[in-house]
């Protein structure tokens, strides 16, 4: 049985079966509603998932590669700022429709509909194509679609997602209409929003998006610090 802890914004931990520990988009330290800071996971990261680079997705992705040295997994563009201005070698490139069978399960990662600045001192010749990462853990296929507007491909992945994260605040990203409709295009069994609630441009109502939802899908929302096992 694996675990996924939310940490605010688009910040998740997963702790697979054999507990392998894993991080997508890190944003905690200069983030209101985070429960943890980077040094919750000082004593061990084994891999860092990125979807883009935006700032409230890698602020503190850069500052954990040297302090923990876990592989980054992310777009290749993404890596090679990693590699050729960080120094971090520790690094699996990837990118848009294509998948990887490493240690802990299935990455693949799916088109997403964003903006492709990389933040980070000396990126400013760095840009990349925002991605939604799906994960086959432990049997559990886990979809986080990253920062996305409504896409029609999100209708390929029906069939193929257990959990999907999704973004609800709007302005940045879809809203709960969108997101709604993004379910019923995609038809998880399980779904939990995020990117919502860190600042009032994004303020949603969790429970008025589980009304639009269920009981299509259940929807379980999780404050920072909370845990969904799969």
């Not at 799906?134 to 029609?152: F, K, M, P, S, V």
């Not at 009981?215 to 999780?222: G, M, N």
Request: charged residues 20%.
């Amino acid at each position: 049985m694996g675990q996924l802890i939310f940490h605010g914004q688009s910040c998740t931990e997963i702790v697979t079966g054999d507990d392998t520990r894993l991080l997508i988009d890190p944003f905690l330290t200069d983030n209101p509603i985070a429960d943890v800071g980077r040094e919750h996971f000082h004593d061990r990261l084994d891999y860092l998932l990125l979807t883009h680079g935006h700032y409230d997705h890698v602020a503190d992705a850069w500052p954990l590669l040297s302090e923990v040295n876990p592989t980054l997994i992310a777009s290749f563009e993404i890596v090679s700022y990693a590699q050729e201005v960080l120094g971090h070698e520790k690094a699996h490139p990837m990118h848009i429709g294509g998948g990887f069978d490493f240690p802990f399960g299935r990455v693949k990662m799916t088109p997403a509909l964003h903006g492709g600045q990389v933040a980070g001192e000396g990126a400013e010749g760095y840009t990349t194509v925002p991605a939604g990462l799906l994960l086959d853990l432990d049997g559990c296929n886990i979809y986080h679609a990253g920062d996305t507007a409504l896409i029609a491909d999100m209708a390929l992945l029906e069939g193929q997602v257990d959990v999907a994260l999704l973004p609800i605040g709007d302005n940045f990203t879809m809203g709960p209409e969108d997101a709604a409709r993004a379910v019923d295009m995609i038809k998880p069994r399980v779904v939990i929003p995020i990117h919502y609630d860190t600042w009032p441009l994004i303020g949603q109502d969790p429970e008025a998006f589980r009304a639009r939802v269920e009981p299509r899908a259940e929807v379980v929302v999780l404050q920072p610090g909370d845990t969904y096992e799969f």
